[in-house]
């Protein structure tokens, strides 16, 4: 295949195109559905699939890579060529995505030097690390190699965050150094210091928004009248965060007419086609006036919904794509099927505290530090001290928290403390009582000036209006439960792991319904399946088949806050998103 960009127009093997293309994360749906997805994606017409890449689950370490399982870019593109379908990559080092952390890895924020999407060199020496793998990953898969991938993206929406046009030239460089010679691309605002601040010279400019077409291009029309018109993100719906009213979803008749309009100016990328799960701790959050964490759902009402099922959406848009191919469309795959499993008894438990020398070690410091202090970059982290004299409601303040806290004394709940709301409390104590700091990270910011905010107890931590010293700080990632000793029976602490066991004759995707609890997360088989929360607006979690397995399956829940029924869960055959 030879793909290139002449006279304002896409041209395949000579002939001029347009892009028809759906968003796919593989990081965020199973590998055994992706062939599905792609089926589907041509049936509706689609001749190009779009994918991010994230840094973050790449590097979970410091030049340590994982490129397997659901991380496997390569077989996700090679999956894609075989299917017939071109390939967008868009490989970072920023994403946003409603992605933890905009996809950088937490870790980065371990260097106090460092100032992230710019030329500070500590920043720079880590993504060209990266880049030097993404890129021996990418080269073979290039359609100048005989691959599917088209085109490769230079940063993302830059222009909605600084102003150093050096970094993106680095970027553009970078990635040309390195082999890759299909056209680069960014993509951005419609405003025009988007545009200005975000583009760079050589590099083809692409727009984001989800409607008014023609009003959106009136800058990028005038800034760039000869290069080929793309929509590189025409959102079909939005992300839902923990505590709004509903899940949110965009008409379908609307949005076919937004495609129409943009399919008459040019070529789009549908965002999304699926947006899959935000599995485990990978929830990002936005952060304007108030903290807005992500929920597990990343359903996002695209045109698959998150367990890959025909949307009234999809229908719609492909009755209009079906106009601008020259093709009869496939007939639509079946819906995969999905089941319920019934109610299972947690009848296990294990006290939060008791867990605590199962999980981690502590590390001892004179006053507590961020959570990537201790080398720790998800879930939880625990500040304890000992009380060296009694105290009448004095008051325990924090500068600032990363993100909810649970304040103990010994093990009894006192308080609460969100950093949306008050960071203080009041606490009576005797001398030698233990003070316990539970504090949960729910997602690092992935877009805007507040992504490089830390996470635990963030600044001074004061009791009693001074600075209290002698501090242990045991770091909880999750990521190893199975170590832990449960006994038979219930639990009376609010923080507190549960476990029990079903049977499966056939896996099938099926839905865990959480009500009997109140916040935090579950394991199936070892897997994270993400967070729950009682605000909603997501009520049920998404469970793949591929996480079951035939016989006997292992559910471990995390309860942070203490239950509201029977220590029982329920597996369903329909989600629940709001």
């Not at 496997?72 to 060529?81: N, R, V, W």
């Not at 230079?154 to 970094?167: I, L, P, S, V």
Request: negative net charge; hydrophobic residues 35%; aromatic residues 12%.
């Amino acid at each position: 295949m030879i793909f290139e960009i002449k006279n304002g127009q896409f041209v395949k093997d000579g002939k001029e195109i347009k892009i028809i293309s759906g968003a796919v994360h593989y990081f965020r749906n199973m590998p055994d559905t992706w062939e599905d997805i792609f089926d589907k994606m041509l049936a509706l017409g689609c001749n190009c699939v779009e994918t991010y890449c994230a840094w973050n689950m790449h590097e979970k370490q410091v030049g340590v890579y994982d490129f397997t399982g659901i991380l496997d870019l390569s077989a996700f593109i090679k999956k894609a060529g075989q299917k017939g379908l071109m390939v967008i990559v868009r490989p970072g080092p920023y994403i946003c995505a409603e992605w933890e952390f905009g996809g950088l890895p937490w870790w980065i924020l371990k260097d106090e030097e460092i100032e992230i999407r710019c030329m500070n060199q500590a920043y720079i020496k880590h993504f060209d690390r990266y880049l030097d793998r993404i890129c021996n990953i990418l080269r073979p898969h290039l359609a100048t190699n005989g691959g599917p991938v088209i085109m490769v993206q230079c940063e993302n929406e830059y222009g909605y965050y600084g102003d150093d046009k050096d970094y993106l030239i680095h970027l553009r460089d970078g990635l040309i150094n390195r082999g890759i010679d299909v056209p680069l691309f960014t993509s951005d605002g419609c405003y025009r210091q988007c545009l200005l601040d975000g583009t760079v010279e050589g590099v083809l400019s692409t727009l984001n928004f989800g409607s008014q077409v023609q009003e959106r291009f009136l800058e990028h029309d005038r800034l760039f009248p000869d290069a080929p018109k793309m929509c590189m993100e025409m959102w079909d719906g939005w992300f839902d965060a923990w505590g709004d009213d509903k899940h949110h979803t965009t008409s379908p008749k609307e949005y076919a007419k937004v495609v129409e309009d943009m399919l008459k100016k040019g070529s789009l990328n549908m965002y999304m086609f699926i947006g899959g799960t935000n599995f485990g701790f990978t929830s990002g959050a936005n952060h304007y006036e108030k903290f807005a964490p992500d929920v597990t759902s990343y359903d996002y009402d695209a045109l698959l919904n998150e367990h890959g099922d025909i949307t009234e959406k999809y229908l719609e848009v492909r009755k209009v794509i079906q106009k601008y191919v020259d093709h009869p469309l496939p007939q639509i795959p079946d819906n995969r099927p999905v089941t319920s499993y019934g109610k299972v008894k947690l009848n296990q438990s294990l006290d939060f505290f008791d867990a605590l020398t199962m999980l981690s070690e502590p590390v001892e410091t004179e006053v507590p530090q961020p959570m990537e202090y201790y080398s720790h970059g998800y879930g939880y982290i625990a500040y304890q001290t000992r009380l060296n004299r009694d105290y009448k409601e004095a008051e325990l303040s924090f500068e600032s928290l990363g993100d909810r806290a649970q304040i103990y004394i010994n093990r009894e709940l006192v308080d609460l403390l969100y950093i949306n709301d008050s960071l203080k409390t009041r606490i009576t104590a005797k001398d030698g009582d233990i003070l316990t700091v539970l504090v949960e990270n729910m997602g690092r910011c992935n877009f805007g000036s507040k992504m490089m905010r830390k996470k635990g107890i963030v600044g001074r931590c004061l009791l009693d209006g001074k600075i209290h010293f002698h501090w242990k700080a045991w770091s909880l990632p999750m990521d190893h439960l199975q170590g832990l000793s449960f006994k038979e029976g219930d639990c009376s602490s609010p923080s507190a792991f549960y476990r029990g066991s079903f049977e499966v004759s056939q896996p099938m995707d099926t839905f865990l319904d959480f009500s009997n609890f109140k916040k935090g997360f579950v394991t199936i088989n070892g897997f994270n399946l993400g967070r729950y929360w009682e605000i909603g607006p997501q009520k049920t979690l998404y469970v793949p088949k591929s996480v079951l397995k035939m016989g006997s399956n292992d559910i471990i829940l995390f309860e942070s806050d203490g239950r509201k029924g029977e220590a029982s869960l329920s597996f369903t055959d329909h989600h629940i998103l709001g």
